[in-house]
């Protein structure tokens, strides 16, 4: 495994296209206080938003010049966003026990739900773009219709805060990971458990699903990264003690590769075919909270407590 430590410049750092180690490329501040997720623009590479402790949510675009929009409206803090699949909106989860749905415009309008009865840590939205589904510190996970604007069910089976839902790419089917030491996957349409996954003594924090809806990456809170076959349950490869404590991981586009961030301030380029880890990144000042890549996989952006959203080149090459 090779460490590659960023450069102390806060300016563009430009690379070689060959270039064949991550290479950062952005060096932006524009949240107060701690960076808590981001999330990519489905078909655009280079539009972030990032939300975070400032109650702020912010749309970031990147080009020859940085521009960056603020939308507020939640009282506490944001602790989840995610893009719409068809890139029309975003939905965030937050601390204020609400979710809000947001239209990409200088106005920042956007309309809200609430259901849960304590903080909601978690967002995705459904493939359809019609539905979304949440996670909370009340133990729940609920599903709401966006186009009528009302909740649909409750999924109950979790015995503590949940940290991460996501739907799989048919929609009909929703992953999460809870406190309770327990990877839950669910049948949306009915509101049932199908498998649970069970952990001695650890639990995850964050779940990612492959583009082929065939495995499942959770990040522990051991500061492990396992993968599961989402088919037949079993444990298909772990890292261990690859991070102090596991805050993200996410699938490259390609199902090739893991990218994974830590408390101890690093994230992780995973080779999954070889089995191994290929770099370590390094260049915040403190946890690292999330680290995502783009669609097309040839970027990618970390955030954390330092407040900072550093978007890398991902330099590895896909045949």
Same mark, same amino acid.
Request: proline share 3%; aromatic share 8%.
């Given at each position: ?79 989840s966003c995610a893009y719409s699949p068809n890139g029309r909106f975003i939905a965030t989860a937050s601390n204020d026990d ?39 510190? @009340? ?39 809870? #406190? #309770? ?5 669910? @049948? ?52 261990? @003690? ?7 991981? #996410? ?69």
């Open positions: 495994m090779v460490e590659f430590v960023v450069p102390k410049s806060k300016e563009m750092i430009s690379s070689n296209n060959q270039d064949q180690h991550p290479s950062l490329v952005r060096h932006l501040r524009g949240h107060y206080h701690e960076l808590s997720d981001l999330a990519f623009h489905p078909n655009n590479g280079k539009k972030i938003a990032t939300c975070g402790t400032d109650k702020y949510l912010l749309w970031w675009t990147l080009g020859g010049s940085v521009k960056c929009y603020k939308s507020e409206g939640h009282t506490d803090k944001i602790n609400t979710v809000r749905i947001w239209v990409p415009t200088i106005l920042g309008k956007c309309t809200f739900f609430k259901g849960h009865s304590s903080a909601v840590q978690c967002v995705s939205i459904s493939p359809t773009n019609t539905e979304i589904i949440t996670g909370s510190n @009340d133990k729940t996970i609920k599903t709401w219709n966006l186009q009528r604007r009302i909740f649909i069910s409750s999924l109950i089976g979790h015995t503590n805060w949940v940290r991460s839902v996501k739907y799989t790419s048919c929609g009909r089917t929703a992953v999460s990971c809870a #406190d #309770d030491r327990s990877l839950q996957v669910w @049948d949306v349409r009915n509101g049932m458990s199908v498998h649970t996954f069970h952990f001695l003594d650890i639990s995850g924090t964050y779940v990612s699903i492959h583009p082929n809806d065939v495995s499942l990456a959770v990040a522990m809170n051991n500061g492990s990264v396992r993968i599961y076959d989402i088919r037949n349950h079993q444990l298909q490869q772990q890292y261990v @003690d690859i991070h102090q404590e596991t805050n993200c991981v #996410d699938w490259h586009p390609s199902g090739l590769y893991l990218l994974s961030c830590g408390t101890e301030g690093s994230s992780k380029l995973i080779d999954v075919m070889e089995g191994r880890p290929l770099y370590t990144i390094r260049g915040h000042r403190g946890s690292i909270n999330k680290a995502k890549f783009n669609p097309d996989g040839e970027y990618f952006a970390t955030g954390g407590t330092d407040s900072i959203l550093m978007v890398w080149r991902t330099g590895i090459l896909i045949n």
